[in-house]
């Protein structure tokens, strides 16, 4: 099973991805260096709310949105 913080990560790469951005314009409008993105969209790394909360501001997400990941986890698992 996925932990939060990859499915997290996992969510914010879906939601970007639907934005038709790339990791360093969504790492640029937030102020982080690319490689930090790409920690977080792996699940190595748990953004602050700070910057949770710029991550869904830039993705035009309510902030709850980036939790809302249940779907990205495998199925046989749960």
């Known amino acids: ?44 790394s748990y953004p602050s709310l700070d910057r949770l909360t710029r991550i869904a501001k830039i993705l035009e997400v309510p902030l709850p949105a980036l939790f809302d990941f249940e779907h990205l986890n495998d199925k046989s698992e749960l």
Do not use: D, N, V, Y
């Not at 499915?7 to 982080?32: N, P, T």
């Open 1 to 44: 099973m996925k932990s939060a913080t990859e499915l997290l990560g996992g969510r914010i790469r879906e939601l970007r991805k639907k934005r038709g951005m790339i990791q360093e314009q969504l790492a640029e409008f937030i102020g982080i260096e690319q490689k930090h993105i790409s920690l977080i969209e792996r699940g190595k």
